[in-house]
């Protein structure tokens, strides 16, 4: 799908092409352009590996290793879940994401009435630790990273993550787990949010605070520009609003004492790539380039490797259609391929079918071999950053770099991103973002193939995923059976001792842990912080 | 003068999506059309309760989750149950095509699956409304000579 807007004369040929950043750009660039912008080698670019790290955060980048791979993968009860894990595994996969049903990842048992319809739908339902022994069977917890795409209640599943490993007999030292844990861009897109503002940003600072001491190669936060992007956002908007709200949760480990340099190496960033391939190329390099400059000017950063930009960018969901939705995977090859020009270190993307719901077996590998088809037959392994040097990609990487300056500047005027959020600023301004774009599309200025040019009338029909209402009847008889076996009298314990964690300010992971490996619920821990922090109250925004 | 639409857009369930739902209300509003928006998590009681306090003539639904069968079978036994025939109940999101006639068969009006235009959405509403308006009038005037 593209974003750039093109103004076009009678015989269509393109007066004037405008980013959805608003970069406006020349049909010819030169060296006189970069005069112009004031781009310097050492100062803008400097080696790969090298600060400012527009050109990558290692020397040899693809060259040294390729990048993981780690599609977004979770459905029905853990027992389909694993099998899925296995498949992705077995065909080459080098890390899991996993994707949890709406009922997890709102706190909600599979049996809460407010689950009903949802049990396993858009991803794996999890009750208690039972789920993830079966979930992760068979799984080299040493050897595969693990993303959680988990907000709300980011603790909780980190928790019972640290608790499966060590059932199993790996040690917390070597499990690397990367839980989404970025609560406030929940608020502003994606909508998974339970708790108030400033509860739920501290439960991200013990969840940050808690890996830095106990869980060493575990990255506790992934700030995910990705889901604003989805929701309208710019290309602009989604690396400034995820770096200010990584600098929110900077702030609040702060001022619980603590030197970014000793947490801020941990940070991951999962990013969005779809739409326009250079501006694509030139939001990255900028990005992480503004990444290392913020971390070093605005709060003392010293250590070189706590000032990259690591992260996960992935191929968009927004930019897939349902119509001709074969077109797709085409549409997932550019994006993979953006990536890569872009220097991902770890990607995924979306299937052709996931404009309808979540991947079939089949839609799923095809985007595994995609990605491996960019790595290893195209050439994007031969050398590190190669579009460095072009005339027009350092023009509007440097172009970027200020708008994005600019945004967050905005953010920084309104008092910060949590004042940002909690007043509706963002969530107004992404939502305008969306009408914008959707008016583009609509009026024919944003192209968008077999949408609004080139349509075919009647859709093929594509082999869905099928939703099996008895995964939810599994599941809750499951749940039950947890219920009966464990130690009640224990679990109310721990329960009553995660209360007062909870009161007290204190950290609430390893009572959580504790938790867990007593087979407490997902419900009966989130109903604890419920009860003690409340439920947000959104701000109307129109 | 014709009374301005009024329309309850809503997410129910779980699902945090809204984009969609953003969208269209800011459509609806651009169309003249007055537009309260639920903000999420909104269970079908506390849609129907809003759509009887704000007494509007649409309930848009907006769903991507893939559970808008059972939730929109929920609603419309609510509406029911309260004696509520006037909102007329349309239905965005994430449709599958063999899903329409079964959402249609419970009572749902309109079903506006993503990336339908805006001015179809702002047509259809305009239409199921006049419609229901005027065999509403007929009733209410009839009604009114009986109790004026």
């Known amino acids: ?542 | 003068m014709e009374r301005r639409i009024k329309v309850l857009v809503a997410k129910p369930g779980l699902d945090g999506h809204d984009r969609g739902a953003k969208v269209v209300a800011l459509a609806l509003r651009d169309a003249g059309m007055e537009v309260i928006y639920t903000g999420l998590h909104q269970s079908v009681d506390q849609i129907v309760r809003a759509a009887i306090q704000e007494s509007v003539d649409v309930i848009g639904l907006s769903i991507m989750s893939g559970a808008h069968i059972p939730i929109c079978r929920k609603l419309m036994e609510s509406l029911k149950k309260e004696g509520l025939e006037d909102p007329l109940v349309v239905v965005g999101g994430v449709i599958p095509k063999k899903d329409i006639p079964v959402l249609k068969e419970m009572g749902i009006k309109e079903v506006f699956p993503g990336g339908t235009p805006f001015g179809r959405i702002v047509e259809g509403i305009k239409e199921l409304v006049s419609a229901a308006r005027k065999g509403g009038e007929e009733v209410s005037d009839g009604s009114c000579q009986v109790h004026p």
């Open chain 1, 1 to 542: 799908m593209g974003v750039a807007r093109y103004i076009r004369d009678q015989k269509d040929a393109i007066k004037e092409v405008i980013y959805q950043s608003g970069i406006k750009v020349k049909p010819v660039y030169g060296p006189k352009d970069l005069e112009e912008v004031g781009f310097d080698y050492e100062k803008d670019l400097g080696d790969p590996g090298e600060y400012p790290f527009t050109r990558g955060i290692h020397p040899l980048g693809y060259r040294s290793r390729a990048w993981t791979t780690r599609q977004y993968t979770g459905f029905g009860t853990p027992e389909e879940t694993n099998q899925r894990f296995k498949l992705m595994i077995s065909q080459g996969q080098t890390g899991l994401n996993v994707a949890f049903d709406l009922p997890t990842q709102m706190g909600l048992d599979s049996d809460d009435p407010r689950a009903e319809g949802e049990v396993g739908r858009v991803g794996m339902a999890v009750d208690s630790l039972r789920d993830f022994e079966i979930a992760f069977r068979g799984i080299d917890l040493e050897r595969i990273g693990t993303g959680l795409t988990i907000n709300a209640i980011a603790t909780v599943m980190l928790a019972m993550y640290q608790a499966v490993a060590e059932k199993f007999g790996y040690s917390k030292e070597k499990i690397s787990a990367t839980p989404q844990n970025d609560i406030l861009k929940e608020m502003i897109g994606r909508g998974a949010w339970i708790f108030p503002v400033e509860p739920a940003v501290r439960l991200v600072g013990d969840c940050i605070a808690y890996s830095v001491k106990e869980l060493p190669a575990c990255n506790p936060v992934s700030v995910c520009g990705y889901h604003i992007r989805e929701s309208g956002a710019t290309p602009v908007q989604e690396i400034a609003y995820a770096f200010q709200i990584a600098n929110a949760y900077i702030q609040e480990l702060v001022n619980r004492g603590m030197h970014p340099d000793e947490f801020v190496g941990r940070f991951s960033f999962n990013f969005n790539v779809f739409g326009n391939l250079w501006e694509q190329v030139a939001k990255f390099r900028a990005a992480r380039k503004l990444w290392a400059w913020n971390l070093r000017e605005r709060w003392g950063v010293k250590e070189k490797k706590n000032l990259f930009l690591r992260g996960l960018f992935g191929g968009g969901g927004s930019g897939l259609t349902k119509e001709q939705p074969e077109n797709n995977i085409i549409r997932g090859a550019f994006y993979a391929l953006a990536a890569a020009l872009s220097g991902a270190q770890t990607t995924a993307l979306c299937s052709f079918d996931e404009a309808y719901t979540i991947p079939t077996p089949r839609a799923a590998l095809l985007s595994l071999r995609t990605l491996q088809i960019i790595m290893e037959e195209v050439g994007l392994r031969d050398t590190v950053d190669p579009l460095a040097g072009s005339y027009f990609i350092e023009t509007i990487t440097k172009q970027m770099e200020e708008k994005i300056l600019e945004e967050m500047a905005k953010i920084d005027a309104l008092g910060g991103m949590v004042h940002a959020v909690a007043s509706g600023y963002v969530q107004r301004e992404v939502a305008r973002q969306a009408y914008e774009f959707e008016k583009g599309v609509q009026s024919g200025e944003i192209t968008i193939v077999g949408v609004n040019k080139y349509v075919e009338g009647e859709t093929p029909e594509v082999e869905l995923h099928e939703y099996d209402e008895q995964w939810a009847e599994k599941q809750i008889a499951s749940l039950r059976e947890v219920r009966r076996q464990r130690n009640n009298r224990e679990v109310l314990r721990l329960l009553k001792e995660l209360e007062s964690t909870a009161r007290a300010g204190e950290n609430v992971m390893p009572v959580l842990v504790e938790c867990c490996k007593a087979y407490a619920t997902v419900g009966e821990m989130t109903g604890v912080f419920r009860e003690v922090f409340g439920e947000w109250q959104e701000p109307s925004i129109f």
